[in-house]
């Protein structure tokens, strides 16, 4: 019987590695093409739920999309710093009311992923995009494990996202041709995903916070690569992954030298605003890709 792999082989590690660095010095150059700000299209016909919208990224894609026109829905922990960002957004905007409205959801708890599914499900309404954006990096902290029991990267950025994109197919499905875009990270391609120890509790592996990212965002690529082949054609329901960069976020805020020293260099980071036209490019896009053929990985 062939052994079991238990990690990365130095050649797996080098390369993955190279993929990060590649990102975080050019990353401004190949997106340079963009203009800013990005004119979308109205999208007055679309429905779309983003995970983590009160801050980041989140926040800026549920803004431009709700003033495309969308109907959108913010789901998120706290619903109160939602609301107030929706009243700061309308007293700015010149267009039509915006059409927002904010949904109670906890990632770190597999009850709260169902009790949000089963209420957007019971409206038997269409919904057309579903973008996974809240995640969790928490640099150089213990281990720390849901009430679920789960590793808490591993739920957050895998486990729960996964949970709630699959009890809502039968809305995607209802929406179709609609789509599934998990937010990643090129840092996946440093991760590895151990399917018999996925809290890293055995000692096979010693836990740190960048191992038990990098796992997850590994084991978010593979989910969306397997849900994607499994799903039949028919369905209309295209699923994406897409690395934003490296971005201003208060989780790059905190992030450790090695990772900053791109900044002291004058590499930095792209604004959320910038990054954010990745997200909405290819959450435009996927509408026609999923009719011709597409990827898993932007």
């Not at 989140?58 to 495309?68: D, F, V």
């Not at 151990?194 to 890293?200: G, L, P």
């Not at 038990?212 to 039949?232: C, D, E, I, N, W």
């Not at 992030?255 to 900044?263: A, N, S, T």
């Amino acid at each position: 019987m062939a052994k079991r792999k238990q990690g990365l082989g130095w050649i797996e590690w080098l390369r993955g590695w190279m993929y990060v660095i590649y990102e975080m010095l050019f990353q401004r150059i190949t997106a340079s093409h963009l203009h800013n700000p990005l004119e979308l299209p109205p999208l007055s016909d679309l429905t779309c739920i983003v995970t983590g919208s009160t801050s980041g990224i989140g926040r800026e894609i549920a803004r431009q999309l709700a003033e495309a026109g969308a109907h959108v829905v913010m789901a998120v922990r706290n619903p109160k710093a939602a609301h107030e960002l929706i009243n700061q957004w309308s007293a700015s905007w010149h267009g039509l009311p915006l059409n927002i409205e904010v949904m109670q959801l906890d990632l770190l708890s597999l009850d709260s992923v169902v009790t949000f599914a089963n209420a957007w499900n019971a409206r038997l309404a269409p919904l057309h995009v579903l973008i996974n954006n809240a995640g969790i990096f928490s640099i150089g902290e213990p281990q720390k494990f849901s009430k679920d029991g789960f590793e808490e990267h591993m739920q957050v950025n895998h486990l729960a996202p996964a949970l709630l994109s699959i009890l809502l197919l039968p809305s995607l499905i209802r929406g179709s041709p609609s789509r599934i875009i998990n937010v990643n990270s090129v840092m996946h391609y440093v991760g590895f995903v151990d399917t018999e120890d996925m809290n890293a509790v055995t000692g096979k592996r010693k836990y740190s916070s960048l191992l038990g990212y990098t796992s997850s965002k590994l084991a978010q690529v593979m989910f969306s690569s397997v849900l994607h082949k499994r799903l039949p054609v028919e369905a209309g329901v295209n699923v994406v992954c897409v690395s934003p960069g490296i971005v201003h976020t208060n989780v790059v805020n905190h992030m450790v030298y090695v990772i900053l020293c791109e900044f002291s260099c004058g590499l930095e980071g792209r604004s959320v605003i910038h990054c954010v036209k990745t997200m909405v490019i290819v959450n435009n896009m996927t509408l026609v890709q999923y009719k011709v053929g597409h990827g898993i990985f932007y």
